[in-house]
């Protein structure tokens, strides 16, 4: 084919790949969506999310918005009190919200007991002026446990109004609606918005802009680090086209597909594009190479001999790597399962991009001819000769380093916990948190775990011995330290007992009598509003709902409080009542069991995957075990810090080892391949090791400052946790490369691969 085609055939293939991005980003900018809901991060078909469905459906389970009115002074006051019936009656007129899902102090029922048996009656329905009625009312909810604690702080200076949502009608636009209306009512009162559907919204709200401060970022690092590594604008900005298109046709079709942008899918752009530079600098790499040796070259001699010994080994680096994104299947996370699908997908087209635009790119624009140096003259050279040499001279310490790694990571992968907090993926001292806090301080908690007891006869739940062990259990939990307060079937009737008995404390207990239980619950159905009953009870009495506040949504403090929740099982089991959970606090708990599992089962698979991949490209099972080595040390070493560091397992950092086995394998493959022609070039094994450090260690050293310095970019992040993942990523990488270029190439030189004979 003669020039002047191949470079209309070139230019052809550049507008091509034009066109198609353009096409991707408008696709993009049209039907691109953030996901706010976290209940979209699970799966719908697992049993315990269906369970929790059903549970939902029965009581009415909503996670809630809660607003803090704080004064200081005391919200016992006209203009506090007022402030509280006004945003409850705004938020019952919203249209997101039912009225009776709105709870605050203005709406809540007082039980009392009457000359003719039970009543139930707001605390107030106009404001109360005078001293006498303010005084009364401030007694009447002090004297009512259902309602102290829970929505009037024990101090009297905050209330809460608890606003209980619907998981569909969540979106940014109302979470911008709700912060602006909580601080249209700021002053002289603070006002504090917080729950589960906030948190959801603000990580909603801070991670795209946490990509579009980040992204540029990283892409000025890696045009900075490109041009000194390569030192060429031309191959910069190929190497720079390449991972940009690879991004946005991996996010265009995410798009196309209807799928929408997570919280772990935004940091794509930052992996494709730290990641996607390696087949850039690999290739110009032996093109530069080729050039010292060649100097007469032509550009078409130098892309053909490029492409003849470069195609396979950046073919093969590019599929282990989507091999360990692929591998992400396996978890039944979906945010998780569409991150490893579509960074594969970024990776294999920056593969394509880099195989046929750097060439088209070369053809059009020319090659850069450096100055020519001889090797003997050669710094990288000589430098990549002594440290081969002195890697196998000094093999009983690389070896004895290794090993002495080894043993303290397995110490640390020991220590791995999972954490499923939401929470903590902010700044401890972010709005965020402190308004957490804050209710955290006054009220039982924003997280909640809901007790589900069941059993298959109609009125067992309000017997009164398993009342008392409700009872029983409630008292006990709360004793847990992150354990606020819980409510149940039980507190209404023992609130029930005490009124019915002239307010006697000593009858704020479950009565011995199951039939004046019942009595009790039909006065209540009779005179309050029985939507409310049917929330921890169901019209059969076959079941219950048991709701736990809990301080903290962090995993540790989950798992204290289910453990509390667990002694009681066999006591109900004998009583025929069966321990089920529901609730948002529990779904997170699943949730980080499936992160674990599903880090498992991707670990294991991608690196058998990977073993098998280099067998069949190298054709020798010996070569798959011996190019797993640096991968494998890397994941190790890395959940080895994790447990030593107490940096825990969350959706974030749960890619740790998909990503450094996806990345890290690639030093393996180049320094592989590059021994195996050194090998049949040279049939000398010292010269094979000084020539693949210097061809391949020196590109994979280029590789590695590159990557390390992409995702260090990470640690501006405004997430904790992305700050985590972008600093064990940069020490895999590091981990990687140095494995690579010490104890894999020991292995490799001892066993011989290459070499017919033993030399």
């Not at 939902?56 to 389970?61: D, P």
């Not at 009565?511 to 409310?532: F, H, K, T, W």
């Not at 089991?573 to 599992?597: D, M, R």
Request: proline residues 3%; aromatic residues 10%; negative net charge.
């Amino acid at each position: 084919m003669k020039e002047s085609l191949m470079k209309k055939t070139a230019w052809a293939i550049i507008i091509s790949i034009l066109l198609l991005s353009t096409w991707f980003v408008f696709e993009m900018a049209k039907n691109a969506r953030m996901e706010t809901d976290l209940d979209e991060y699970m799966p719908k078909e697992h049993p315990a999310f269906v369970y929790n469905d059903q549970a939902e459906a029965w009581f009415n389970i909503k996670d809630g918005i809660l607003i803090g009115i704080e004064n200081p002074d005391g919200i016992y006051n006209s203009h506090t009190l007022q402030k509280i019936k006004d945003i409850t009656e705004a938020m019952q007129d919203m249209p997101e919200f039912e009225a009776a899902d709105i709870i605050s102090l203005f709406t809540a029922d007082n039980i009392v007991g009457t000359e003719e048996g039970l009543d139930v009656k707001s605390f107030y329905k106009g404001v109360p002026q005078t001293e006498e009625k303010i005084a009364e009312l401030k007694q009447n909810v002090r004297s009512n446990e259902m309602v102290q604690g829970r929505l009037v702080s024990d101090n009297n200076q905050v209330a809460l109004v608890v606003a209980s949502i619907n998981d569909s009608v969540f979106s940014m636009e109302f979470y911008e609606k709700i912060l602006a209306f909580a601080d249209s009512y700021e002053g002289p009162e603070n006002i504090y918005v917080a729950g589960v559907p906030i948190v959801e919204g603000t990580m909603a709200y801070l991670g795209p802009k946490d990509m579009k401060t980040m992204v540029p970022i990283v892409i000025l690092v890696i045009v900075i680090i490109l041009y000194a590594v390569l030192r060429s604008v031309r191959y910069t900005l190929a190497t720079l086209f390449v991972v940009l298109f690879s991004t946005i046709w991996a996010f265009g079709l995410m798009s196309l597909l209807g799928i929408p942008i997570y919280a772990v899918t935004i940091m794509i752009p930052v992996m494709l594009i730290a990641i996607g530079v390696a087949d850039g600098i690999h290739l110009y790499n032996h093109l530069d190479l080729f050039m010292q040796e060649n100097e007469g070259a032509t550009k078409v001699e130098a892309i053909k001999d490029m492409l003849k010994n470069m195609w396979k080994p950046v073919v093969m680096t590019s599929v282990t790597t989507a091999v360990g994104f692929i591998s992400l299947l396996t978890s039944e996370v979906l945010p998780i399962k569409y991150f490893g699908l579509f960074t594969a997908f970024g990776v294999l087209a920056a593969m394509i991009f880099s195989l046929v635009l750097v060439p088209a790119i070369i053809l059009v624009f020319g090659i850069k001819r450096k100055k020519i140096i001889h090797k003997d003259d050669n710094n990288h050279a000589g430098f990549a000769y002594r440290f081969a040499e002195k890697t196998l001279k000094h093999k009983v310490l690389v070896i004895s380093v290794t090993t002495v790694l080894i043993f303290v990571s397995l110490f640390g992968t020991s220590k791995v916990w999972i954490n499923s907090s939401f929470l903590e993926n902010f700044e401890r001292d972010s709005d965020i948190v402190l308004t957490d806090a804050f209710i955290n301080k006054h009220f039982g908690g924003t997280s909640t775990i809901n007790v589900i007891l069941e059993s298959e006869k109609n009125g067992v739940m309000i017997q009164s011995d398993i009342q008392k062990l409700m009872d029983e259990m409630q008292a006990s939990v709360e004793k847990v330290e992150t354990v606020g307060n819980s409510f149940s079937i039980a507190d209404y009737v023992k609130r029930m007992n005490k009124v019915m008995n002239a307010d006697k404390e000593a009858f704020n207990v479950i009565p011995e009598d199951n039939d004046l239980i019942a009595q009790y619950l039909l006065l209540y159905e009779m005179s309050g509003d029985p939507e409310n009953l049917w929330k921890v009870i169901d019209y059969d009495y076959r079941k219950a709902n048991i709701t736990f506040q809990l301080k903290s949504d962090n995993s540790k403090e989950l798992n204290n409080a289910i453990d509390a929740i667990e002694k009681y099982r066999k006591s109900f089991e004998e009583k025929g009542v069966s321990i089920n959970y529901a609730g948002s606090g529990y779904k997170a708990l699943v949730f980080t069991g499936l992160i674990l599992t599903g880090q498992i089962k991707s670990l294991i698979l991608s690196v058998i995957i990977i073993i098998l991949l280099l067998s069949l490209m190298f054709k020798k099972l010996s070569i798959g075990l011996i190019g797993s080595i640096p991968v494998v040390l890397t994941a190790l070493i890395s959940f080895g810090l994790m447990g030593l560091l107490n940096i825990p397992l969350s959706t974030t950092t749960a890619l740790i080892s998909s990503i450094a086995i996806g990345i890290g394998i690639d030093y393996a493959v180049h320094f592989i391949d590059r021994y195996r022609i050194n090998a049949l070039e040279t049939k000398d094994k010292l010269a094979t090791t000084r020539e693949t450090m210097y061809h391949s260690g020196r590109a994979i050293a280029f590789n590695a400052v590159v990557v390390i310095l992409g995702f260090l970019v990470m640690l501006f992040s405004v997430f904790p946790p992305n700050r985590s993942l972008g600093a064990l990523v940069s020490l895999n990488m590091f981990i990687s490369f140095i494995a690579t270029v010490t104890i894999m190439y020991l292995v490799l030189y001892k066993s011989n691969i290459f070499f017919k004979k033993k030399i």
